[in-house]
């Protein structure tokens, strides 16, 4: 049974940086594609970043570019790193992994193309 287990998260000042964790336990023979969702107090869970099962193309919402960079290592596992940290990205953070991965030059961007999802890690930004 596949299963996402994250890590990372915590409090922080805002423009400190913030590192995410997220490995897949189960079917590590697989090769996954990967991303981060969050979701605010109040608000819908949204798109921060994804990424090939192998590394080449990554994307990002508009709110994190240039601040966060994904990556994937081996297939199954990826890590945000989270810099210049907002209040506004105060949020609980998911990992998700897709199986089969997207076909070449395409990149999964939306939840339901995701099939396996982390626990959840809480992220609190300070002003």
């Known amino acids: 049974q596949v299963q996402l287990v994250e890590s990372g998260g915590g409090s922080v000042q805002a423009g400190g940086p913030l590192n995410l964790s997220c490995s897949v336990t189960g079917r590590t023979d697989r090769s996954y594609g990967m991303g981060w969702f969050r979701q605010a107090p109040g608000k819908e869970r949204e798109f921060v970043a994804a990424?090939?099962?192998?590394?080449?193309?990554a994307e990002y919402a508009e709110s994190v570019k240039g601040r966060f960079t994904i990556s994937i290592d081996n297939g199954d596992s990826t890590r945000l790193d989270m810099d210049n940290l907002r209040p506004e990205d105060t949020a609980v953070y998911y990992c998700a992994a897709e199986w089969p991965p997207s076909p070449i030059n395409s990149i999964a961007t939306v939840e339901t193309e995701y099939d396996y999802w982390g626990q959840g890690t809480q992220v609190t930004v300070s002003s």
């Open positions: 990424i090939t099962w192998d590394g080449r193309r």
